[in-house]
């Protein structure tokens, strides 16, 4: 069985793992407390006081004011947790995903659609490279 | 005696859900999907179960990150469906079992499988979707459900091997009960997908079929299968097949398998189902 340390080369995923568990505590508590009607009021009524309440790093209080869903993620947000700021937001899931993805919703529902990523040229970091290239090529 | 009648492996994609309480099932996103149960339901009714065990995680709904139980059980009569942030599932309330409950968990720590005991707890989409998709729209479940919860939210998940082992204890607990009671054990999640960073979007049917067909083939070989596995090929949030290691592990080396669904995409979402039954069992 793998330590969290070896699962670096698959590209584009971040483990929920020690490091981003105890890096995004505050940050996913933050985002737990939208589960909560008066919480999301209050949030959406003033976000800069509201989010003094949570300890967060400057990195991931500006991924939140930004809604900048790949950069929570980076900072140790939990996707089940960051999508419930998300709801409270008005954004889809499937607007989050594109955004995530460095898409947009119509591409990214296409590709749903049509069977979803694949996954020849995404299993690791070296194997999209050589996948990259070759469509470079072609 | 209670015993094992057969297993069921469902994953609980929350669009489902919607889907069913929104009255969307018959709209043309749906319909092949839904479809596709119309054959699990009649299962379902024709093995007739008393209980069913559900194996399932919870999405941050009654846990958040501050108590991170890798298995917990829930012990009480009934279990409210939780507002995740939409209302409530229309759905009817979880019934549980107290007494199969309590004897389950103290068989499962007796036999060194150390259950965190939950008394309160509501239960999100990940146990809810699948008793709609094997039971349909009903005003009442027609079995009380026992809900096992499994951490499959934070690195690391248990092993295949260990939730396998699981199945197997469970099963002894099972015989061990001394009414007789026909159970079914549900494994739910999956199958690949992948819900967040640049890597969103992921489907691999090629390797879902294949984890389908080794459940009767080889399934404890493929409870053998690594973690890092899971993740590459099947997605990061495809770990939640793990859990399908506790269903398969409850039942008998020899399984008949009954029927299967695989249908792309919902949501997000590659939707699985498989239905198991014991050989020789009726």
Redesign the interface.
């Known amino acids: 069985?793998?330590k969290?340390e070896?699962?670096a080369d698959?590209?584009?995923?971040?483990?929920?793992?020690?490091r981003a568990?105890a890096k995004g505590?505050h940050l996913?508590?933050f985002?737990?407390s939208?589960?909560k009607e008066e919480n999301r009021k209050a949030f959406l009524a003033d976000e800069p006081t509201y989010l003094d309440k949570y300890k967060l790093t400057p990195e991931q209080r500006k991924a939140v004011l930004d809604r900048d869903w790949?950069r929570m993620?980076q900072e140790g947000g939990?996707?089940?947790?960051?999508s419930?700021l998300g709801?409270?937001s008005g954004y889809t899931?499937?607007k989050m995903?594109a955004s995530?993805?460095?898409t947009t919703p119509e591409k990214?529902r296409a590709?749903?659609?049509g069977?979803?990523?694949s996954?020849e040229g995404?299993?690791?970091k070296a194997e999209q490279a050589a996948e990259s290239a070759k469509k470079g090529n072609s | 005696m209670a015993k094992i009648i057969a297993g069921v492996g469902c994953s609980h994609v929350p669009a489902i859900g919607a889907a069913i309480d929104l009255g969307k099932t018959q709209d043309d996103y749906w319909k092949s999907l839904f479809d596709k149960f119309k054959r699990s339901q009649e299962i379902l009714a024709e093995l007739k179960p008393d209980i069913v065990i559900e194996v399932y995680n919870d999405h941050g709904t009654a846990f958040s990150l501050q108590y991170i139980p890798t298995f917990a059980m829930g012990v009480q009569d009934e279990f409210q469906p939780a507002d995740e942030g939409w209302g409530p599932r229309r759905v009817p309330v979880v019934k549980g079992n107290s007494e199969f409950a309590w004897h389950l968990v103290e068989s499962l720590i007796l036999s060194e499988f150390d259950m965190t005991i939950i008394n309160e707890m509501e239960v999100d989409h990940g146990l809810t979707v699948p008793l709609s998709l094997m039971f349909g729209q009903v005003d009442a479940w027609p079995c009380p459900v026992i809900p096992l919860c499994v951490n499959v939210v934070t690195y690391p998940a248990p092993t295949g091997h260990r939730c396998f082992a699981l199945g197997r204890a469970i099963r002894k607990a099972v015989e061990e009960y001394p009414k007789d009671m026909r159970v079914v054990v549900f494994g739910t999640g999956g199958m690949s997908h992948q819900i967040h960073g640049e890597r969103c979007g992921l489907i691999n049917s090629a390797w879902d079929k294949q984890f389908l067909d080794r459940l009767t083939s080889d399934p404890i070989g493929l409870s053998g299968v690594p973690h890092k596995q899971y993740v590459t090929e099947a997605g990061a949030e495809g770990i939640e097949l793990v859990m399908w290691h506790v269903m398969r592990g409850a039942l008998n080396d020899d399984v008949d398998e009954l029927y299967r669904v695989y249908h792309v995409p919902a949501s997000n979402t590659a939707v699985g189902n498989i239905i198991l039954k014991n050989r020789g069992v009726n």
């Open positions: 069985m793998s969290s070896e699962y698959i590209p584009g995923t971040y483990l929920f793992d020690k568990c505590y996913n508590n985002c737990m939208m589960m790949l993620i939990n996707i089940y947790y960051v419930k709801a409270t899931f499937e995903a995530m993805a460095g990214y590709m749903m659609l069977g979803g990523r996954i995404n299993r690791s």
